[in-house]
């Protein structure tokens, strides 16, 4: 694995741990598509960093979990936008 690669991993996993954010975040955060951050997450960093990988992994569960409410809020807004205009 390149160095850049490796760097990119533990900067990706540092700032969900930190931020507690989506893949779609970090994904914008870092400039890369969001399947680079997952295949970063989910395969590189447990070769890794087991520990850091199980970290990262309790938060992208919990995100999955409340994926469902994040997306009813989205429409909710913006078809109370929609009704404003």
């Given at each position: ?51 850091l ?8 569960n ?24």
């Amino acid at each position: 694995m390149h160095d850049y690669i490796r760097e990119r991993v533990f900067k990706i996993a540092a700032y969900i741990v930190e931020y507690r954010c989506t893949v779609r975040e970090a994904a914008s955060v870092f400039n890369v598509s969001k399947s680079t951050v997952h295949k970063d997450v989910a395969e590189r960093l447990p070769r890794l960093d087991s520990i850091l990988a199980k970290e990262v992994r309790k938060i992208l569960n919990a995100n999955k979990a409340e994926r469902h409410l994040r997306g009813g809020e989205a429409t909710r807004k913006k078809y109370k936008q929609a009704e404003s205009n």
